[in-house]
């Protein structure tokens, strides 16, 4: 299956793309329903669809810390993350995502980013980070369900670089000197900064771009996910994250509700099934490996 992994925006071709088993999985329609419409390639769609795959697909990359492969292969990652039940990270959520927009008629485009969450101005990143460009009546939006834990739950104006206030905080994005469009949010602890989530240039990435950036993140030894265990979840108006040994649990507003120091293995798996909602991969020999050392 790794080897049909490469495509692009001229070669995103797939089976034939199962997408009331995709809407299943997400609830947005109900299991029992018959045959249900296909819904409208509009804006509130795709804000529905959003957040239902970010509160029911929770991002992981319990495969990275099992030393496992990720493949970009759209029926791949349909096979893993709907059928299988299991979620991914950013490559394989919006890779999900894109197939899925597709299918309902969008017009969908990849963007491969450099983080700047966390970084300082000076620090060089590489593109680690997929998300999509998508054309909603005549215009554009962001959509992204694969940052986990800061990114917007809701589309992204593109077309402006005023302040929009969605449901997770105050986002906008700018164009700066260096050519690469800004993410941006407003900081809750002081609301006259903006911090960087990520950064783009308004090209779509190509087959090569994506398997190369795929690869550097499930391999490279200073690779973020190759050095922690990381799950996020949007659980009603709660992000819940684990974070190597500890599982905390912020409003949207980003304060505090729970934390917990992760004791064990069996309450790592019973966390990942019962809270995040995930079948667990098949051996997980050594998923807790992050525990005792962080």
């Known amino acids: 299956a790794h080897q049909n992994s490469h495509f692009g925006p001229s070669s995103f071709s797939i ?3 199962e997408l009331d088993k995709y809407l299943a999985r997400i609830g947005y329609i109900s299991t029992e329903a018959e045959t249900p419409p296909t819904p409208a390639a509009n804006l509130e769609t795709l804000s529905a669809v959003m957040a239902a795959h970010m509160r029911t697909i929770s991002f992981e990359n319990m495969d990275v810390v099992l030393r496992g492969e990720i493949s970009l292969s759209p029926d791949d990652v349909f096979d893993k993350l709907v059928t299988k039940g299991r ?3 950013c490559f394989e959520q919006n890779t999900l995502l894109r197939s ?5 008629g969008y017009v969908v485009r990849p963007l491969l980013c ?3 969450w966390g970084k300082a101005p000076t620090q060089d ?4 980070h997929m998300c999509l460009s998508v054309v909603v009546n005549g215009g554009t939006y962001l959509a992204d369900v694969g940052f986990a834990g800061t990114n917007s739950m809701a589309p992204v104006d593109l077309n402006s670089e005023s302040e929009q206030t969605l449901p997770e905080g105050v986002f906008h994005v700018v164009k700066r000197d260096d050519s690469y469009s800004y993410l941006e949010v407003r900081d809750r602890d002081d609301p006259s900064k903006w911090r960087a989530l990520y950064c783009w240039h308004d090209i779509p990435a190509l087959t090569p771009d994506l398997v190369q950036s795929n690869w550097y993140s499930f391999t490279h030894p200073t690779a973020r996910f190759t050095n922690q265990f990381f799950c996020c979840r949007v659980i009603a108006s709660e992000r819940h ?6 599982y905390v649990i912020r409003e949207m507003g980003g304060q505090i509700v729970k934390r917990e120091k ?3 293995k069996d309450r790592l798996l019973a966390l990942v099934t019962d809270v995040f909602g995930l079948a667990l991969p098949e051996n997980t020999t050594g998923l807790d490996r992050f525990i005792a050392s962080k």
């Open 87 to 89: 979620g991914g990270y």
């Open 15 to 17: 089976m034939p793309f």
């Open 125 to 128: 990143t590489a593109f680690t």
């Open 241 to 246: 994250h684990i974070l190597n040994g500890e």
């Open 262 to 264: 992760i004791e064990g």
């Open 100 to 104: 899925a927009l597709t299918s309902l």
């Open 114 to 116: 450099r983080v700047r």
